[in-house]
């Protein structure tokens, strides 16, 4: 498409935004798109030299290196597929289930002989992740909800895992749990563009809902409040999507100093 605007069929598709800051997406449940919400290698290379850095004990640097063999499989694309975040020297996979079974199995193990270290429970985010892209979604439900449950709050894996099950609740269209997952996940974002995507979360849920002027004042709100980040370009499109059909979100109030000048 020649035009960086959103058309209508493509509203209803994964936003742009969406596969930008994520590693892959998939299917999800009742026959809908869902964005995967793995960015797998990028913030999985950071944990790993975390692990390495922070501990000298060989049983840690041994769960560290098992875990980071393992995310290298999710480096390996698919034959027939682009992606920008794989290894293009790597070996290709012959399919997305391939890659995604092998991966799981590959996390699996390393939970599995290394319970109990930090290494050990990174791999259930990644495992959780995996069987969300296999579509097996109440699993994934599962291991991410066990996931939060063994962190606490500014993990970044932790994050990751909120919007994950707030995903999945999407694709169950049981929009009320999607939002307040969506809304725990932007209370507990560190940063403004994760809370900006969290908040672009919220708005298009509303509007899947169908409350179109409620989803046209979140997104206005998402734009005025962060200006800088990407999902403000996205809350824009949407805007001007939701005016082509009438609903336009209320001029916010000037200030009265404005006002009077006027």
Known sequence: MSSEKLTRKEIREPDKFLKATTAF????????????????????????????SRSHQKGAAAAGGALAQALE?????????????????????????EKYEK????LDKVRTDHPGSTAGRTAGYYFADAQFQLGKLDEADKEYEQFIAKTSAGDPLRVLALEGRGYIAEGKKDWAKASELFGQMSREAAGETTKARAAYHRARILAAEGKKLEAAEAFQKLKDEFKEAPAARLAGERLALLAADG??????????EVAEKK
């Open 103 to 106: 991966l799981a199995a590959a």
């Open 25 to 52: 997406w998939n299917k999800a449940a009742q026959n809908q798109k869902a964005i995967g919400v793995g960015v797998l290698v990028v913030i999985g290379l950071f944990v790993i030299v975390g692990l390495l």
């Open 73 to 97: 499989l999710s480096r390996q694309g698919v034959e027939g597929t682009f992606d920008a975040s794989g290894d293009p020297s790597a070996p290709k996979f012959a399919s997305h289930q």
């Open 247 to 256: 609903v336009r979100a209320p001029a916010a109030a000037q200030p009265a």
